[in-house]
């Protein structure tokens, strides 16, 4: 499953449905209007609540953001998501 959470560049989310038509894999978006943790967060409930294996989440991408950043957003995410605590 690809989970368009790119709200800044609309013409990302639609990029993302044509690519996810082609290959014949779901994408989950919610628009421009949703904050992009909350589309992540939301795609990756809806990906394990249709028992997806692999969900790729397709954000606005930023050259400054560090591998370290993003681990400490979407680890504590996943884990909500995927982990029985």
């Given at each position: 499953m690809l989970v368009a959470a790119d709200v800044y560049r609309p013409a990302a989310i639609?990029?993302?449905n044509i690519l996810g038509k082609k290959?014949?894999?779901p994408v989950y978006s919610e628009g421009t209007?949703?904050?992009p943790s909350q589309i992540a967060k939301n795609g990756l409930k809806?990906?394990?609540s249709?028992?997806?294996d692999v969900i790729i989440v397709d954000?606005?991408?930023r050259l400054q953001v560090t591998f370290m950043f993003v681990a400490s957003i979407f680890v504590p995410l996943?884990?909500?998501c995927y982990c029985k605590i």
């Open positions: 639609d990029q993302l290959v014949g894999v209007d949703a904050k809806e990906g394990k249709q028992k997806k954000t606005a991408g996943i884990c909500s």
